[in-house]
């Protein structure tokens, strides 16, 4: 075994994999740009603090963190998630509202690694800032369900609920933690210590023994005011409108203090239960005024690349693209001959590889099959005295009439644009 190895729960992603994880951001900025969101870069490391402020009952951010005092005595911390860096820099540069972006990258979480569940994982996600209408609520939903749908994805289960206004949801938690507490000794210990944070994540708990209590407990739909009741009858209203399926669950409360209002994951159904979310998000207005800025209505999601593509796999949708180059240059002559027309064919459009270490015409050959190329470019002496090529297709699938054909050079790149249309 080699000295080093990927530390825990980090993997290395190869060649094809790493086009997969391209093309998926790729696909997630086509949907979410149709919709005028437009990419946030946030830095991996941000003082400990922002982070801090997503809420003292969030296990991500009082378990998981890797954070560390850096050479100048600042303690910071490896981004768990970027909800907080969003708002940290809404608040920093006060763009103009709506402020609809995206964002795409790693995020650090030291858990258990599982299959799911890793310590380095990736997450693209949308936020919106600055506006309070539930049609933007619909509006991010759909975008997270148009997602799945393009990357292939059909079994998917979107779950809603909501929090109620904060008056509505004090109400809750006052009730919950009521009931809880006239049933302290059936809770779980873990469960008892979430109770004293916050014990609205007490619903959370899929441990054995709270099952039934968690199930009994009161819910939140009977506590919203006027206001959070409309709110959220538009948006089940909307999602009617724009055919996306959903159900409610009154016990859907995801990790973010902040939330409020509306909360919603997707779910995949072919994953196990302790890793189903493929993301899930909602309306955390108060996040952006903890970090020192105006009070702003914010909502979201985040959507984890590495469980969605374990999703992919099982409905067998959005394999890895091919790693293929259309040409594939063998030269016997020495290798110069391969370097410019690789490089001519590069500079048309035509992506091109070649064999290095002037190796014999059947090792070429082969490394040509490997590449995946659609034709083969061959140049033996004869043909670099006479300024020809010859194009050999490759796949079986292209025999082009009887195969090879000698084209001289300075046609080669008109013969294979016109070949390859
Ligand atoms: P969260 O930021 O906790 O709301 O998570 C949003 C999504 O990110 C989840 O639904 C997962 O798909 C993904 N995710 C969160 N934590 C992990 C992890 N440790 N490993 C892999 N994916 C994760």
Not at 8 to 23: F, H, N, Q, T, Y
Not at 96 to 121: D, H, I, L, M, N
Not at 212 to 239: C, D, M
Not at 302 to 320: K, N, Q
Request: charged content about 25%; hydrophobic content about 40%; glycine content about 10%.
């Amino acid at each position: 075994m080699p000295e080093f190895q990927t530390s825990p729960g980090m993997r290395d992603i190869l060649p094809p994999e790493s086009a997969r994880w391209r093309k998926f951001v790729e696909v997630f900025a086509d949907v979410v740009g149709s919709a005028g969101y437009g990419q946030v870069i946030s830095p991996l490391l941000e003082d400990l603090g922002v982070f801090q402020r997503l809420g003292e009952a969030t296990d991500v951010v009082t378990k998981e963190m890797y954070d560390f005092v850096d050479k100048g005595g600042r303690h910071i911390a490896l981004r768990p998630e970027l909800t907080a860096s969003v708002c940290r820099a809404f608040v920093q540069h006060r763009p103009a509202t709506p402020w609809k972006v995206w964002y795409a990258g790693s995020q650090f979480r030291y858990e258990k690694p599982q299959r799911g569940r890793y310590r380095q994982f990736d997450q693209v996600g949308i936020e919106v800032l600055g506006a309070d209408d539930p049609h933007l609520d619909v509006e991010v939903i759909a975008l997270g369900w148009e997602f799945y749908r393009a990357l292939g994805l059909r079994q998917v289960n979107l779950v809603l609920n909501s929090l109620g206004e904060p008056a509505d949801r004090a109400r809750y938690v006052a009730a919950l933690q009521a009931y809880f507490e006239s049933n302290l000794d059936a809770l779980s210990a873990e469960s008892r210590a979430t109770l004293q944070k916050n014990p609205l994540r007490v619903l959370d708990s899929k441990r054995p023994q709270d099952v039934e209590l968690v199930a009994a407990a009161p819910r939140i739909g009977s506590f919203y005011g006027v206001e959070a009741g409309a709110h959220f009858e538009t948006v089940q209203a909307g999602l009617h409108i724009l055919d996306v399926p959903f159900v409610v669950d009154s016990k859907l409360v995801r990790g973010l203090d902040y939330y409020r209002g509306t909360t919603f994951e997707f779910q995949g159904v072919t994953l196990e239960s302790a890793q189903n979310a493929l993301g899930g998000g909602g309306r955390y207005d108060g996040l952006v005024e903890s970090l020192g800025g105006p009070a702003t209505h914010g909502v979201g999601f985040a959507l984890g690349l590495d469980r969605t593509l374990l999703a992919c796999d099982d409905e067998g949708v959005f394999a890895a693209p091919p790693a293929e180059v259309a040409v594939f240059v063998v030269d016997t002559t020495g290798g110069a001959e391969a370097m410019r027309l690789t490089t001519a064919l590069r500079s048309a459009g035509i992506s091109a590889d070649r064999a290095f270490e002037n190796r014999s015409m059947k090792s070429q050959m082969k490394a040509a099959d490997r590449s995946g190329a659609v034709y083969a470019v061959i140049v033996g002496t004869n043909e670099l005295s006479d300024g020809t090529v010859v194009v050999r297709p490759l796949r079986a699938d292209r025999t082009d009439g009887d195969g090879q054909t000698a084209v001289a050079r300075t046609e080669l790149i008109d013969h294979l644009k016109k070949a390859m249309s």
